[in-house]
């Protein structure tokens, strides 16, 4: 028997084995081996077997690794689509498909000592005081981990191997599991009463369900389209429920990790009993090592039928596979920044129709890829236009800051409005989130005498000052340096520099400064720097000891905190000028989601945006909830200019520290390209130009843009080029099929 094996080193290829005897039966598609390459020995996967091999004086599998295969034939066959289409090797998709803790050689379980009792023969022999009084502990309960009894009696280990020595009781390796989210308490929950719109929705969703149903469209994709507070998540629960009643599971998408803790809640709660009952696995960046390990394990096994996870969760082993869920399905986390660079969402698609599972995005905003689709009969449209109970959407109302900087004789953190709606807030012990889409304390340090503007050296944009370090960063490189006092420029040495622009450290200085009673809490990378920092100011806040939640996007979108009364944006139109076509559509979502957070309890919500573009369409759509009209006006936009969704995109980005050479060659490829594409009919090459970020961590970085509405097609023909294109060694090449950030 020959294994045709995919190594870890990328080199684009599989390579033919022999399957030594004493291995054929351990041997399977999706196997992890280790193998022979040259003269060292290399990880990789078996990718197909075969009966004999072109090649001749094959070398042997060394070892298996693992006792069962880790991919599953399914997946594998969608890792060799992610390559072709995202126009990456293989070698570097199936390491996307699974962690780097589970393709470890050796196994990562973790091991502890447990004591347990043996029932004496005859009587207690004769035992000391502490022994008598650990052998109780022990007695009781029947069996405990080793650290753990110390812990408990404040013995040591001596005394319990004493214990062990009179044989009261065995002391043993076991494996056990790591569960990053074990010690919480989870209270059961049954099933909610649906609305007659959400009745509508999971009827359409437990049709694509059932065995034997008439696919729908590329097969049952739904976009369920519902408003803030609608109830989206009780749809995904029941539809979960009748998946794993027809014995199948299910893996549930969620775009930020601060969303995890709250939704693995609602989710445990929901099939923790009854005859449903699962374990539910979570795959997030924020697990340690381990605790991925025995989560990954948990799935493979069949033990967790349900997943809940960020974008890679996607590829979890489930099988078999009944229902994805992507919530806030618009959100561009999804979309991975590096090879391979895939859309979690598409990738999502694509393996349910693979597998015949449905698919379910959800969304209040939904992505105007999405809803193209579904407005073109691509995907089946469910919509939820009311909230749950009957609840009122917030009042929206937009401030003119144009109008607050003329009349305060400068620009105000807080409008006259939002500080008043605050002090109400607090006054009746209501909660408020506070929104500012830009951490630090002021966007850049400017000297109003010579003009100097404090700049990244490896960058091409401004240091932000964070004034609890004293030191400007760049949010890109990492680069920092100590907060000058005067001016650096030698002929100018001017004491009154200025720090221009706003950030979240700088709002809450301000709150501080008008509520100094108010309990405040910032909510943002610079703060959040453990992995229980999130579950921590969340769980606080869900309980009343923070007034004020004030962050980045973390906390827009999501959440359900029913005390919340109060919105807040301090910055709308912060996105709105960006050199990308997507700037509208991300200030729409990015509002209304945030909007969303308020009046999700018995006191309607008020939501106050401050702008100092108020009257541009995607905030006035925004104020009016209406998702719709933004969509109809931004698509004509989309369709002058053959921007997606009325096309597809892909990005290529030369980058190299010498900006001539990038440059030079950035022109040769485009010639190549040219070349490559003659003839084809609707294909639009644009560039090369500079990135709109024109230097990064000391690269400088030129783009070309290719607009095509075949993009399959387009994948092979770039593979092909980038294949044969002579690239110099100090300039490197990335492909970026259907990009979401174009800086």
Known sequence: MIARVTLEIALRREFDYLIPEELVDRVEVGTRVKVPFGPRSVLGVVTALADESPHTNLRPIERVIGARSLVTPRVLDLARWIAAYYCCPVELALKSVLPEAVRREQAGWRERLFVRTIPPSGGLP?????????????EELREVPLQELVRITGSTSETVRRLEDKGLVQIAPRITERDPYGEE???????????????????????????GAVALATPNVFLLHGVTGSGKTEVYLQAIAHALSQGKG???????????????????????????????????????????????????????????????AVFAPVEPLGLIIVDEEHEHSYKQEET??????????????????AVVLGSATPSLESYHNAKRGRYHLLELTLRADNRKLPVVRVVDMRQERNRSKGPPVFSQLLRDAILHRLERHEQTILFLNRRGFSTSLQCPQCGYVAGCPN??????????????????????????????????????IRYAGIGTQRVEEALRHLFPHARVQRMDSDILQRKEDYRRILGDFRVGRIDVLLGTQMIAKGLHFPNVTLVG????????????????????QLLAQVSGRAGRGDVE?????????????????????????????????????????????????????????????????KRELATAVAGWPNLVIAGPAPAPLLRAETFYRHQIMLRTRHMSRLSRTLASVQQRFPLPDDLSLTIDVDPVNLG
């Open 459 to 496: 960058c091409s944009v401004a240091l932000t000052y964070h004034r609890q370090d004293q030191r400007l960063c760049c949010h890109i490189c990492g680069h920092q340096t100590p907060a000058p006092r005067i001016c650096p420029q030698a002929d100018c040495r001017n004491p009154a």
């Open 126 to 138: 004769k035992l000391t005081r502490r022994q008598t009084e650990v052998w109780n502990v022990i």
């Open 185 to 211: 308490h989870i209270v059961p929950s049954q099933p909610l009463p649906l609305n007659p719109e959400q009745a509508v929705a999971l009827e359409a969703i437990l049709g694509s369900l059932n065995p």
């Open 605 to 669: 919500g008020e939501v106050i945006v401050q702008a100092f573009t108020p009257f541009h369409p995607a905030i006035q759509y925004a104020r009016r909830h209406d998702f719709v009209s933004f969509y109809e006006q931004e698509i004509e936009f989309r369709q002058q200019l053959d921007y997606p969704p009325c096309s597809r995109i892909a990005l290529l980005t030369l980058k190299g520290r010498n900006e001539d050479k990038v440059k030079f060659t950035a022109e040769h490829l």
């Open 250 to 312: 299910a893996i549930v998408l969620v775009p930020e990790i601060s969303l995890t803790p709250q939704t693995i809640e609602r989710f445990k709660a929901r099939f923790c009993t009854g005859p449903l009952r699962t374990l539910v696995a979570v795959l997030h960046s924020h697990l340690s090592s381990g605790e991925r390990h025995d989560e990954w394990h948990k799935i493979r096994e069949g033990r967790a039928r349900i997943v809940i996870g960020a974008r890679s």
């Open 340 to 357: 391979p660079r895939y859309h979690a969402r598409d990738v999502a698609v694509v393996r349910g129709q693979r597998e015949g599972a």
């Open 569 to 588: 944006v301090i910055y709308a139109d912060l996105s709105l000028h960006r050199a990308d076509f997507r700037a509208a559509e991300r200030t729409f």
